[in-house]
């Protein structure tokens, strides 16, 4: 059975995309720790990140250091966290979060009511920080 991720990287759900390319997605979080929470995903269904092949593990570490770079232009703040969870869906995904502090990476913070206006508006300044910094692998 396909996973809820591949469901949205196949358009069967609705996803906010800031990025495709052959190998990954990012998009944002339905239910973000902070403005800009994205999820770096591969398009091939492995459930654990130990299980990567390494030349795909590097190239989600390089995408995920894309869009953090992104992040940190579009929402000003101290750090951008990377966490690797994968408890929630089994489907490997690279959370990448602006943070303040530890505490903006724990889940019990999450925003299970975040705005689809907001969502769509942290999308589309995640999308516009992508583009100034030159990558064409933006998700329109």
Same mark, same amino acid.
């Given at each position: 059975?396909?996973? *809820?991720?591949?469901?949205? +990287? ?52 390089? =995408?995920?250091?894309? &869009? #953090?770079?992104? =992040? ?7 750090? &951008?966290?990377?966490? +690797?969870? #994968? +408890?929630? =869906? ?8 602006? +943070?303040?502090? *530890? ?26 920080? *992508?583009?100034?910094? #030159?990558?064409?692998? &933006?998700?329109?």
């Amino acid at each position: 059975m396909a996973t *809820l991720f591949t469901r949205i +990287i196949s358009g069967e759900l609705p996803g906010r995309f800031v990025w495709k390319d052959d190998h990954c997605v990012a998009f944002l979080t339905i239910a973000p720790l902070r403005p800009g929470h994205t999820l770096v995903v591969p398009r091939a269904e492995v459930d654990h990140w130990l299980d990567l092949d390494p030349a795909l593990a590097a190239h989600l570490m390089t =995408v995920a250091q894309s &869009v #953090g770079r992104a =992040v940190k232009d579009a929402f000003p703040c101290r750090k &951008v966290g990377l966490m +690797i969870a #994968g +408890i929630e =869906v089994p489907h490997v995904h690279l959370h990448v979060t602006p +943070i303040e502090s *530890l505490v903006d990476m724990d889940f019990a913070n999450q925003d299970k009511h975040a705005k689809a206006a907001d969502l769509d508006a942290a999308a589309a300044k995640l999308r516009a920080a *992508l583009r100034a910094r #030159g990558h064409a692998e &933006v998700a329109e």
